[in-house]
């Protein structure tokens, strides 16, 4: 019997065309494995993991700010501010505006702008931007001190870019047809908002971001983004960032910010602002007290709500609001906004001209046992709330330490007597310091001070371990 043909399958070519092409297969996916991790890393890493502690030009300079000043407050932070935690020199609003003024805004004005919409320093004010350098050279100038630079941004798109119509960097998108002119800042008069449904806004706010980053950002202040909330352009402003690739910190304003989009909010940026513009008067730091009380039980390490700018020392140099001067809060008043913004954890953003620092406001940004509860504390608790007296506690970064600020916020004295078990504190203290006079408590049996009107006594309570 004849047996039938068989069919033989040849599979070596195959076999060699796939040892061919596995090396160039075992590539690709070792690269899209390795972008995946990148962007997973770039999305979780703490750009802030700490609140952020520096100088910013608007309770000075307002608008009006220059590149000598900039730079000499640069160098003041670099002699004598950094070794304490003092790092980012931000220039604040309008640094785009030739003709700045004080005491409010030009409406209408001429923006310096490149060819694609996108504000550039005004080379007046900014000497070294010229021949398109942008802020790369102030940037580099403030690097090479060991601080980190940061710019004020307005949210959406210049308004004189709408109306030249000029080219979204990269696509053939017009700006006229990402903007959306009906959504406007309330104070200022220089940018629409942009449309993110439209095609081409994404790729707009990715084009300012790399922008700031190829000059050397490390820090943006956005406004008109936190209130009213505008979630679509803070994402798409936190997207921007994270395609940069450069670790930039992102600062939203104004406040307040909504309790409600906490989660929204620590998903997108490493701190905001929880109430309006904060100025030298009691009756501001007062109302600044029931927003940090609202917002101390959020607090998260990353993100930080923030209380605003600290107006101390010589503030009003060609401000927004007010003259030349030195603030006018009490010492006292100013020892209690220094610990409120410490055991909140808020960053600490000084608003003062550095080159005129007085003694006493040295102090101030000097003790490092109050940039140590700000910087290093946790699982702070409000305690005790009667009327206009409060008193928090923090635990310190060293074992057995319990940092306890007591608060009165009246226009009289105060007298604050209890136990420390009512405190959270159980057994006796072997050490008590108050942190701002460095003096020694002697009688570790119960709380019992005494407190002038508006001031804050802050006690570094140590354990008998």
């Given at each position: 019997?004849?047996?039938?043909?068989?069919?033989?399958?040849?599979?070596?070519?195959?076999?060699?065309?796939?040892?061919?092409?596995?090396?160039?297969?075992?590539?690709?996916?070792?690269?899209?494995?390795?972008?995946?991790?990148?962007?997973?890393?770039?999305?979780?890493?703490?750009?802030?993991?700490?609140?952020?502690?520096?100088?910013?030009?608007?309770?000075?300079?307002?608008?009006?700010?220059?590149e000598a000043e900039v730079k000499a407050n640069a160098d003041v932070m670099a002699s004598s501010l950094r070794d304490y935690g003092w790092q980012y020199i931000v220039v604040d609003i309008q640094w785009y505006e030739p003709k700045a003024k004080a005491h409010g805004y030009r409406a209408g004005a001429d923006l310096s702008?490149?060819?694609?919409?996108?504000?550039?320093?005004?080379?007046?004010?900014?000497?070294?931007?010229?021949?398109?350098?942008?802020?790369?050279?102030?940037?580099?100038?403030?690097?090479?001190?060991?601080?980190?630079?940061?710019?004020?941004?307005?949210r959406g798109i210049p308004r004189q870019a709408v109306a030249k119509d000029l080219p979204v960097f990269g696509t053939k998108i017009r700006a006229s047809q990402i903007a959306n002119t009906t959504s406007t800042c309330k104070w200022n008069s220089d940018m629409y908002g942009v449309d993110m449904s439209k095609p081409g806004a994404q790729e707009y706010y990715d084009s300012i971001v790399a922008l700031y980053a190829s000059w050397g950002v490390d820090f943006i202040k956005a406004d008109d983004m936190a209130s009213p909330y505008h979630q679509d352009e803070i994402e798409a402003l936190h997207k921007a960032i994270l395609k940069s690739r450069r670790p930039i910190v992102l600062s939203l304003s104004p406040g307040p910010a909504p309790l409600s989009r906490v989660e929204n909010l620590r998903s997108n940026a490493e701190m905001w602002r929880i109430e309006d513009d904060l100025w030298d008067t009691w009756g501001s730091v007062k109302a600044m007290y029931k927003d940090a009380a609202s917002w101390v039980p959020l607090v998260t390490q990353g993100h930080w709500p923030d209380a605003d700018m600290l107006p101390l020392g010589r503030i009003g140099i060609r401000a927004e609001r007010g003259d030349d001067r030195s603030s006018r809060l009490s010492p006292d008043e100013q020892r209690t906004l220094m610990t409120l913004w410490s055991m909140l954890r808020s960053?600490?953003?000084?608003?003062?001209?550095?080159?005129?620092?007085?003694?006493?406001?040295?102090?101030?940004?000097?003790?490092?046992?109050?940039?140590?509860?700000?910087?290093?504390?946790?699982?702070?608790?409000?305690?005790?709330?009667k009327d206009d007296l409060h008193i928090w506690t923090s635990e310190g970064k060293a074992p057995g330490v319990v940092y306890v600020s007591i608060f009165n916020f009246s226009d009289l004295p105060a007298h604050a007597h209890m136990p420390w078990s009512q405190l959270g504190i159980e057994a006796a203290p072997a050490g008590i310091h108050e942190l701002w006079t460095g003096k020694v408590l002697r009688d570790s049996r119960a709380l019992d001070v005494s407190l002038a009107a508006h001031a804050t006594i802050l006690l570094k309570v140590e354990d008998n371990r």
């Open positions: 019997m004849r047996k039938k043909p068989t069919t033989r399958l040849d599979v070596s070519a195959g076999t060699r065309k796939l040892r061919t092409i596995q090396p160039y297969f075992d590539f690709c996916l070792f690269l899209l494995i390795a972008l995946w991790a990148s962007s997973a890393q770039a999305q979780s890493i703490l750009r802030a993991p700490v609140p952020p502690m520096g100088w910013n030009s608007w309770d000075a300079y307002g608008t009006t700010i220059h702008m490149d060819e694609h919409g996108r504000l550039i320093p005004a080379v007046n004010r900014f000497p070294s931007s010229a021949k398109e350098e942008g802020f790369k050279p102030l940037a580099d100038y403030v690097h090479q001190k060991g601080l980190k630079f940061g710019i004020h941004i307005l960053p600490l953003i000084f608003g003062g001209d550095l080159p005129s620092l007085d003694t006493f406001t040295r102090t101030l940004l000097t003790n490092r046992e109050v940039i140590a509860i700000d910087q290093h504390s946790s699982s702070t608790k409000i305690v005790y709330s």
